[in-house]
């Protein structure tokens, strides 16, 4: 997979193989499996005390973070792809920050999941040699994640 602005400030992601199709799909995968609750009531959680937010935020937050994850899913799968399995999907500027939040949400639930953070210098396949194969395919989608939000921060978003 390649990923690359463009002179129109959009954001090329080459697929090269139905694997990166994969992976790009696990974004909305990932961001839609949080442990527990959904992500607008965890948030909620930290603003108990307040009776209107449970009431007017958090259904907002709700909608607008499966919104998100929705956008993200119909870009991925209505791009086109060859007979191959190669394709090239675009993030404009005025979705980037659609694609921002729903990548921020499959690497909280990717943290809560499986406390990525702890594995934060073990990116390399030698480190991860021995940990669980699922584990291992978490820590590089969630390193892939934060690579796409710091390309779309450093090109894209304003």
């Not at 602005?5 to 992601?13: A, F």
């Not at 209107?52 to 994850?69: A, K």
Request: charged fraction near 30%; hydrophobic fraction near 40%; charge should be negative.
């Amino acid at each position: 997979m390649r990923v690359a602005p463009t002179l129109d400030k959009s954001l090329r992601i080459d697929a090269e193989s139905p694997t990166d199709w994969l992976v790009l799909e696990m974004i909305c995968t990932d961001a839609s499996h949080m442990p527990d609750e959904p992500l607008a009531d965890k948030l909620a959680d930290f603003m108990a005390a307040d009776e209107d937010w449970n009431e007017l935020i958090t259904p907002e937050l709700s909608d607008q973070f499966n919104e998100q994850i929705l956008h993200v899913s119909r870009a991925i799968s209505t791009a086109e792809k060859g007979n191959d399995l190669t394709g090239s999907l675009f993030i404009t500027s005025e979705e980037a920050d659609i694609w921002f939040g729903a990548l921020n949400q499959a690497r909280l639930s990717l943290e809560e999941r499986h406390e990525i953070s702890q594995y934060e210098n073990d990116i390399d396949e030698e480190a991860l040699e021995y940990e669980d194969p699922s584990l291992k395919a978490a820590i590089i989608r969630y390193h892939f994640y934060t690579s796409l939000q710091s390309i779309m921060l450093d090109y894209i978003l304003d």
